[in-house]
């Protein structure tokens, strides 16, 4: 399992971006939380297996039909903690 933090930037806040990110991680079993960002940013926390956090990643760089993605930055983080689901942080 891998756990990563994820920040998205672009066209990604108050376009239902962090919905389409969690309905994708539901989809493809990873768990952890999404949450906007001061900064105009969305940023993740996901765990997974390699080959689903590369499936889950391919789809939030399309983002949905409303969102743009500019910019992904994706850096591994030692896992720290577990999550049961993947929720989203307001």
Do not use: C, H
Not at 20 to 46: L, S, Y
Request: no cysteine.
């Amino acid at each position: 399992m891998l756990q990563l933090q994820i920040v998205v930037s672009g066209k990604v806040q108050g376009v239902g971006y962090r919905y389409f990110a969690q309905m994708k991680a539901v989809q493809f079993g990873i768990t952890g939380w999404v949450k906007n960002r001061t900064d105009g940013a969305v940023e993740m926390v996901t765990t997974g297996t390699k080959e689903n956090l590369d499936l889950f990643i391919e789809e939030i760089s399309r983002g949905n039909p409303f969102s743009k993605v500019d910019q992904i930055e994706i850096n591994e983080i030692s896992l720290a903690e577990k999550y049961q689901s993947f929720t989203i942080k307001y």
